[in-house]
């Protein structure tokens, strides 16, 4: 499946975010985005799972004009997002199989590493980043053709940024997946392609050393 914008642009009052011209993604790759802080990276991931409304748009799926309201409802995108999104009176082990329908996507997360050492205990009892490596466990393994992911590493312990690394290994070939993180080591390890967004466009960047030229990176490290 191929995802296409060929227009993308967001203003919040007069602030121009996000002015996108061409970005593609297919199921089978993974691309990585870079930016500052306050860059645009997350609300353009809202945009396309559909719970923020692009100023103006022009999508595509497979050369279908392609609405991104429908996102949810057609089971298109799993997408984690920067803050939690379960509810904290439910146990692990009881919201897993809420979450994930198949019961052999529900076995990967139940023995995922570490999984087992808090499953009886509650959303709302796990740390912050128990229940981000929770949450993107449970997105990761959801049978949607594209991924997005806003932060995957961020405050999950060094030993799990691994585990994550070789989950979307993992799920690389079949879905296409779109992952944002200030941990950029970990994302250029995963990716295949790399944009940064500077002043609301993206820009495709080849190496490391272009991070630096944006002014993402500091010259001297
Ligand atoms: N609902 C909103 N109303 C007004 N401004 C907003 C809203 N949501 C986001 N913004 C602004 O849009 C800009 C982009 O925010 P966004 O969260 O997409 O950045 P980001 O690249 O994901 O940043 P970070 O790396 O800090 O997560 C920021 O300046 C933010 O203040």
Redesign the pocket.
């Known amino acids: 499946m191929h995802l296409a914008i060929d227009k993308l642009e967001k203003s919040?009052g007069k602030r121009a975010?996000l002015k996108l011209n061409k970005l593609d993604l297919q199921t089978g790759e993974t691309v990585g985005i870079f930016?500052r802080?306050?860059?645009?990276?997350?609300?353009l991931m809202k945009i396309l799972f559909g719970t923020m409304r692009a100023t103006a748009s022009s999508l595509y799926l497979d050369t279908v004009p392609f609405d991104p309201a429908t996102t949810i409802a057609r089971k298109l995108i799993a997408y984690l997002p920067?803050h939690s999104f379960l509810p904290g009176g439910f146990k692990v082990r009881d919201i897993i199989p809420l979450v994930i329908a198949d019961g052999e996507a529900q076995n990967r997360v139940f023995y995922s590493p570490g999984i087992a050492s808090f499953e009886n205990q509650r959303i709302g009892s796990l740390s912050m980043g128990q229940l981000k490596y929770l949450e993107f466990l449970l997105v990761a393994y959801l049978d949607h053709p594209f991924l997005l992911l806003d932060e995957p590493f961020s405050m999950i312990d060094p030993l799990y940024h691994q585990v994550i690394k070789e989950v979307i290994g993992s799920l690389k070939a079949s879905k296409g997946i779109l992952v944002t993180d200030?941990y950029y080591e970990n994302v250029w390890a995963v990716t295949n392609r790399h944009y940064i967004l500077v002043d609301g466009l993206l820009l495709p960047i080849e190496t490391k050393e272009e991070l630096t030229k944006h002014g993402y990176l500091p010259s001297r490290r």
């Open positions: 919040f975010i930016g802080n306050g860059s645009g990276k997350s609300t920067q200030h």
